[in-house]
């Protein structure tokens, strides 16, 4: 049997309090949750390649250098009074971070959700109007900015 993990009923959601571990982020209260999203994107750290030429022998050597933890593009319905563009709209505003969540699906046999916590930055909101036959979208690009967190889920 397949362990692959639908899309359908991941939820994501914000807050404008900022955690560090595992358990500051469990332990927020204030999550908004963003209805309605179309596409969540992806999301994980790069690190970034040095390369550099040796004269002796005429090799490219590479190294490794630092890490970005990426850049995740969001796609939701717009909606002026949903708790999370509000949040996200501030924290754009006053480039404020946030305190990100992101709930898998709940698989058969698991009694929680796989849940990603990170950091980020707000680089950009847009609001897409398309043509007549799309909806009004807020489109949110994040910088992450701290290591994504996995609180695996439990049987």
């Known amino acids: 049997m397949s362990k692959g ?3 359908a009923g991941t939820c994501f959601s914000v807050s404008p309090t900022m955690a560090e571990t595992l358990t500051d982020y469990k332990a927020l209260s204030d999550w908004a949750v963003a209805d309605e999203a179309k596409s969540y994107g992806d999301f994980g750290a790069q690190t970034q390649v040095i390369k550099f030429d040796t004269v002796c022998d005429g090799v490219t050597n590479k190294r490794m250098g630092a890490a970005d933890y990426g850049t995740q593009t ?31 699906p709940l698989v058969p046999g698991n009694s929680t959700r796989d849940m990603f916590y990170y950091r980020a930055y707000v680089q950009q909101v847009k609001v897409s109007t398309g043509s007549a036959n799309d909806t009004v979208d807020y489109i949110v690009t994040l910088e992450i ?5 996995l609180d695996k889920a439990t049987a």
């Open 5 to 7: 993990t639908s899309v």
């Open 74 to 104: 969001i796609e939701l319905l717009f909606d002026s009074d949903n708790p999370a563009q509000e949040i996200i709209a501030v924290a754009a505003e006053n480039r404020a971070p946030l305190s990100c969540r992101f709930a898998l």
């Open 145 to 149: 900015d701290s290591a994504v967190l």
